[in-house]
């Protein structure tokens, strides 16, 4: 996986110059001066979403939609962004660009780029379920299709997320009913409010209790008009905590901050979950499979919704995703990025 | 198998010790006979004799699947556990609403008949079952099929539960549980019946294990209150004499009196209603060392020229029973003395050496840095360190913190490179955990030394795992290749010339004990540096006591 030479030839833009290519700052398209998701600062910067992977600090200016600008601007604070709505086109040069939602969470987007009638798509990271906070996965058709492999394995398959708040619903009845704190971690951004959203049947009035990390993010979304059941930030005021549920992200697990609860059940929300041995290894009474990334099923299908005769992977299994393809007619090849999809948010 | 099903997943999603002991005590309760005795075989590690390869089941999987064999393969590598990815990978079941079969007719009427299968046969009904089973049922049936359950309860967490669920003493449980026994109706009832005091003949003891000694000597009180002896480094094993039959036990409970013949015929001397602990070591005038002994492991039979080769005996340091009485519950120092009386009185006290009972002999020491001094020579000596027994504390069940305690030597320890790394199983299944180090020879080439899986934190494993997937080199099958640039502090335990491994060496239970982020790679050991910690002889530690 040479990080230079990285797109070949086929694939090339009328002027002979692939219409994007991988430099050391990231995805950059040459004809119109812009990168997408660049991890160095650069003039432009297409952000897709505010994850720390594919939003960084350091760009002079930034293109994002606009559901998701809130997010980025609390992200990286004092940055230059610019809202654009999903579909809406932009011109940088001789080159359009739109971006569409992508189903990862709020304001997530694809980025479309065309150039003399040929069109690329980058997914960024995106999932086909469904989720309340956030705009669904919308089918680009493109001829060249950049698409994430977080969980690109056919043993990824996530469970109807109803199932899932049932069972942490159950979960947390269980705790509740032995007077011990149900404590499920999920990252911040994100996961914790389309849990949130989804759990709102089981909660019959009763407040969730979340971590600052998440609260903070619970404000920015309800700002952007996301209906959230109602929350409390731990630590305000007097409380028991005994049968509550609590909302925090992997990084707050075996701190100090947790002594509060006494004896607590611990959770994680993660598609990383599925797999028995990462429930083990990470010392967790229990793991609910919930995944903000496409299970295999959802990249297999979209990448043949896309019609792109040509897809290019991105990060986790994209050698085995492109050998897959490949196999399967499809001109596919991996590109090494420094995006990490869903393992990287538990060293948040 | 559905409630077996339910304890496994109620068992797997807690880490709580209490409630598995629960979860499984009320499966006990609820329990034919037959499905009792096979759930004690599975949860207490044992498995099945196999049934079907691990390659086999591959194929099978794969054919089962719609994917290409290598996508398959890499699922097993992410997963690291072929009853799961079997569980995972195919299609979700449709339930067809017929009964499913019990625990025990599963293992007797569907499991056991594979035995007698060729190989076709043995796919139909292994993929048939797959696809009438749902995720949890099929993960199931094929980790029953492939080996044991591990699922995080130990013989002791099974024997409370059963203690738990038929109001007996723990004891009676974990002694009915030890040695040789058939997951049989007849065996779960006899487990699970009232106490009357009796013993099976071949039946050994619960060995009881010592604990590493975590404090200083001093505050352990008087050094008259202990009794110190050589760490051995060989096999722990019981020796049974009972009704004129000889019965040589493992630590693993298993019998292995048929590979040390030996052991059995100095054993024919003992009087009946004897039990012995002690330590198997190679010996010829002494002591061999552990490499020596490892050729007598893994051989059912022992041929003569092997046996005139490495002779084995058991170094006795404890006595257990005595004229058929336990005698567990006396003091330390009494079962010594006892041992030591056995010992006159079989060969008259002339030659310990010569006698069925060969003892441990003990170190006469007066005070603490005296028998620090002692534990400084364990090394050349060819032993792992010193025992230390306090003289009142009885013979316990497992391991109980406070009667013994074991004092290791100091392992060695070099710096060596980070050159390969491997995803890991099961626990660490999805991380590169398994790691393959390396030191330069005298050219400056690198040459793997150890391999190690254990030592790192969570969060170094963590961050080690993201540098080996971002400086990946090369790719072979389930390894990669990675720069030399991350040093590793390696300790071991001992260490030996091997013709089997590149470097010439082998080191015994190599671990990491720290990243050496100060360390760059042409700061580490070499090969020459490694191979000088080869001892040259091994003197022999019972003379050496004997004389001090």
């Known amino acids: 996986m040479d990080k230079t030479g990285l797109v070949p030839a086929s694939g090339v833009a009328p002027d002979g110059i692939a219409l994007i290519e991988l430099t050391d700052s990231g995805l950059y398209c040459r004809a119109g001066d812009f990168h997408v998701d660049p991890w160095r600062p650069v003039a432009n910067a297409v952000i897709t979403h505010a994850h720390a992977d594919h939003a960084r600090a350091g760009s002079a200016r930034y293109l994002a939609a606009a559901p998701g600008c809130s997010l980025l601007r609390h992200r990286l604070p004092g940055a230059a962004v610019e809202p654009v709505d999903y579909g809406e086109p932009r011109r940088f040069g001789p080159v359009t660009v739109s971006l569409h939602p992508a189903g990862h969470v709020l304001g997530s987007a694809q980025v479309r ?159 990383w979950m599925l ?74 | 198998m559905r409630r077996f099903s339910e304890l496994y997943q109620a068992l797997d999603a807690t880490t709580s010790t209490n409630a598995k002991v629960a979860a499984m005590a009320d499966f006990f309760r609820g329990a034919p006979p037959a499905d009792g005795a096979w759930a004690v075989h599975f949860l207490a590690g044992r498995r099945l004799k196999r049934l079907v390869g691990g390659a086999r089941l591959r194929r099978m999987l794969v054919e089962a699947s719609d994917y290409p064999e290598w996508l398959v393969l890499a699922c097993y590598a992410e997963v690291g556990d072929l009853a799961e990815t079997v569980s995972l990978l195919l299609e979700p079941a449709g339930a067809d609403g017929a009964a499913l079969p019990t625990l025990g007719e599963l293992v007797e009427q569907v499991l056991l008949p594979l035995a007698d299968c060729d190989e076709a046969e043995q796919g139909r009904r292994v993929v048939d079952w797959w696809r009438r089973l749902d995720r949890r049922e099929r993960f199931l049936f094929t980790k029953l099929l492939t080996g044991a359950l591990r699922v995080g309860v130990s013989q002791l967490l099974v024997a409370r539960a059963l203690a738990a669920a038929f109001d007996l003493p723990r004891s009676v449980i974990q002694q009915r549980l030890m040695g040789d026994w058939q997951p049989s109706p007849a065996f779960f009832e006899a487990l699970t019946r009232p106490d009357d005091g009796s013993v099976e003949i071949s039946r050994p003891y619960p060995f009881f294990l010592a604990s590493p000694l975590d404090r200083p000597t001093g505050s352990l ?122 010992a006159r009185r079989l060969d008259g006290g002339t030659d310990a050496a010569g ?49 013994w305690w074991k004092w290791k030597v100091d392992p060695y320890a070099i710096d060596a490179v980070l050159i390969y790394a491997q995803a890991g199983h099961g626990r660490r299944a999805s991380l590169f955990t398994d790691y393959t180090f390396a030191v330069p020879d005298e050219h400056g080439e690198l040459k793997p030394i150890a391999k ?65 982020r100060d360390a760059d790679a042409a700061s580490v050991d070499t090969l020459a540096d490694v191979r000088r910690l080869l001892t040259a002889g091994r003197p022999d530690p019972v003379a050496a006591a004997e004389d001090s």
């Open chain 2, 355 to 403: 006698g069925p009972l060969t003892l441990s002999p003990l170190i006469d020491f007066t005070d603490w840095d005296a028998l620090a001094a002692e534990r400084a020579r364990a090394r050349e000596l060819g032993v792992e360190g010193l025992m230390l027994k306090r003289g009142d504390a009885a013979y316990e069940a497992g391991r109980r913190r406070g009667g």
């Open chain 2, 221 to 342: 009180g008087a050094p008259g209150q202990w009794l110190a002896e050589w760490k051995w480094d060989g096999i722990r094993a019981q020796l049974v004499r009972r009704r004129g039959q000889t019965f040589l036990w493992s630590r693993g409970e298993e019998l292995i009196t048929p590979r040390f013949p030996e052991v059995e015929a100095l054993a024919e001397r003992l009087p009946d209603g004897t039990v012995i602990d002690g330590e198997l070591v190679g010996w010829r005038d002494g002591v061999l060392p552990f490499a020596a002994l490892q050729r007598r492991l893994g051989r059912k039979r022992v041929g003569p020229k092997l046996l005139a080769e490495v002779p084995v005996r058991l170094l006795a340091y404890d006595c257990l029973e005595i004229g058929g009485r336990d005698i567990r519950g006396s003091a330390q120092a009494v079962r010594r003395a006892t041992l030591e009386d056995l």
């Open chain 1, 113 to 271: 780029i065309e150039h003399g009638g040929e069109v690329w798509v980058v997914s960024g990271d995106f999932k086909r379920q469904a989720d309340p906070t956030c705009a669904p996965f919308e089918v680009v058709p493109a001829d060249v299709f950049i698409t994430e492999a977080t969980f690109a394995l056919p043993v990824y398959r996530w469970p109807d997320t109803a199932t899932v708040a049932q069972e942490v619903a159950d979960w947390w009845a269980d705790n509740a009913r032995r007077g011990v704190a149900s404590v499920l971690f999920c990252y911040a951004l994100g996961k914790a409010q389309r849990l949130l959203a989804e759990l709102a049947p089981h909660l019959d009035g009763r407040p969730v209790f979340t971590h600052g990390a998440v609260e903070s993010i619970n404000a920015v979304y309800r700002e952007a008009g996301v209906t959230l059941p109602d929350t409390r930030r731990v630590g305000d005021g007097e409380q028991d905590y005994r049968e509550a549920l609590v909302l925090a992200p992997p990084g707050a697990g075996g701190s100090s901050w947790m002594r509060r609860f006494g004896e607590a059940a611990t959770g994680f929300a993660s598609g």
């Open chain 1, 275 to 348: 797999l028995r041995g990462n429930r083990r290894r990470r010392g967790y009474d229990r793991g609910f499979v919930v995944s903000d990334h496409a299970d295999w099923p959802g990249l297999i299908d979209t990448v043949e919704a896309t019609g792109a005769a040509r897809v290019l992977t991105t990060h986790g299994q994209s050698d085995l995703l492109a050998r897959y393809l490949a196999e399967r007619g499809v001109a596919a090849a991996a590109v090494a990025t420094e995006f990490e999809g869903e393992g990287d948010a538990t060293l948040q």
């Open chain 2, 452 to 516: 190690a899986y254990s030592g790192l934190t969570d969060a170094e494993i963590r961050e080690l795992d993201r540098w080996i997937r971002r400086h990946t080199l090369e790719r072979f099958g389930p390894v990669r290749s990675v720069p030399a640039q991350q040093v590793f502090e390696i300790a071991f335990e001992g260490i030996a010339e091997s013709s089997r491994h590149k470097s010439g060496l082998s080191l015994r239970f190599p671990r990491i004990v720290r990243w050496r």
